[in-house]
Structures are given as C-alpha cells and as structure tokens.
C-alpha cells in the first residue's frame, strides 16, 4: 500500500490548509485512516482519525472545532480540513493508513502504512 499526502505550505496565522492523502495498492480493502504531526524536537502525535465507514472520527484536543477529517473511499483519498491555523500547528504532517481509530484515540502499528509526509508552517 503506498500512501501520499500533499497540500502542505506555508500560511498565516488564522489561515485555513486542506491535506490530502491518496492511498493506492489496496484494491478491496478500505482502512481507517489518521494523521499524524511532529513538531521539532517533539515526538509524533496523533491528531485525527476516521474509521473506515466514514462514522468514527477522532480529533485530539488542541485541533477539535479547527481541523476535520473526511474521506472519499471512490477516490481513494483522505482529507484534513484545518482552519484557525495557529503557529503551534507548525509540523509535518503525516498520513497512514490501517491505523486503531476510535472516538477517543487513534493509534499507528507496525503494520500500518505511512506516506513520506507534508510540511504545514503557520506563520504568526
């Protein structure tokens, strides 16, 4: 399965990005899927996740009422929606696929399936 995101940048303060994730290799499996974020010199967070039917989802709390995740399984294609950006959302940004999503967590395996990431910077 490879995965990849795209839609990274550089944005202002209050500004809005919308992250993509394209996944492909998976002709008859649909996963849950999450992102991921690593600031410099802090470890990889979770921050969003959506469960394969579309009817989970999970948001970590310095995110919720900013960022919402959606997905188009015809597509093949995972989206973040992040609005209100602020300087502290600065990271990479990571998709992945095959992850443990509930509506209290998300949690990234060994099996799951990452892309190579998208760099999000927030100016102030």
């Known amino acids: 399965v490879q995965v990849q995101e795209s839609g990274g940048g550089l944005v202002q303060a209050g500004g809005s990005l919308r992250l993509s994730c394209t996944s492909s290799g998976s002709a008859s499996i649909v996963y849950n899927m999450g992102w991921f974020r690593q600031a410099p010199g802090k470890e990889r967070e979770g921050i969003s996740c959506i469960n394969w039917s579309g009817d989970t989802t999970y948001y970590v709390d310095s995110v919720k009422g900013r960022f919402t995740i959606s997905r188009d399984n015809a597509e093949n294609t995972l989206y973040l929606q992040m609005n209100s950006l602020k300087p502290e959302d600065t990271a990479m940004y990571y998709c992945?696929?095959?992850?443990?999503?509930?509506?209290?967590?998300?949690?990234?395996?060994?099996?799951?399936?990452w892309g190579q990431g998208t760099q999000v910077t927030v100016s102030s």
């Open positions: 992945a696929a095959a992850v443990a999503c509930t509506s209290s967590d998300v949690r990234a395996g060994r099996n799951a399936y």
